[in-house]
């Protein structure tokens, strides 16, 4: 059974900085790209940042350039994202996905075909 699970979300200033991980089961996902995306309320769900198998090939959403940077564990079944310098506008609810269909990262969240239930970033100035 593929199951991903998020955790590291919370409240925090402006400025600050937090870490997000998502840890990931399940025999497909051995080779799978992985995502993160976000949805605040009233918005349509973004690309934050998103990450190949191998951990050579990464990309990010404009708005986070600069500001997050994501990885992968040896083993590959974790994947993090560290927030820095964050902003109100991060405020969201964050969630992790994974596409087993290749192992090349995208950036549309219709490519992803597991998705994990989300952890709440909220930002205060």
């Known amino acids: 059974q593929v199951q991903l699970v998020e955790s590291g979300g919370g409240s925090v200033q402006a400025g600050d900085s937090l870490r997000l991980s998502c840890t990931a089961s399940g025999p497909t996902l051995s080779r799978a790209a992985m995502g993160w995306f976000r949805q605040a309320p009233g918005k349509q769900r973004e690309f934050v940042a998103a990450i190949n198998w191998a951990a050579n090939s990464l990309g990010y959403g404009d708005s986070v350039k600069g500001r997050f940077t994501i990885s992968r564990s040896g083993t590959k079944t974790t994947v993090y994202l560290q927030m820095n310098n964050l902003k109100i506008e991060d405020t969201a609810l964050y969630y992790c996905?994974?596409?087993?269909?290749?192992?090349?990262?995208?950036?549309?969240?219709?490519?992803?075909?597991?998705w994990g239930q989300g952890t709440q970033v909220t930002v205060s100035s």
């Open positions: 996905a994974a596409d087993p269909t290749t192992s090349n990262y995208a950036s549309d969240y219709r490519r992803y075909q597991y």
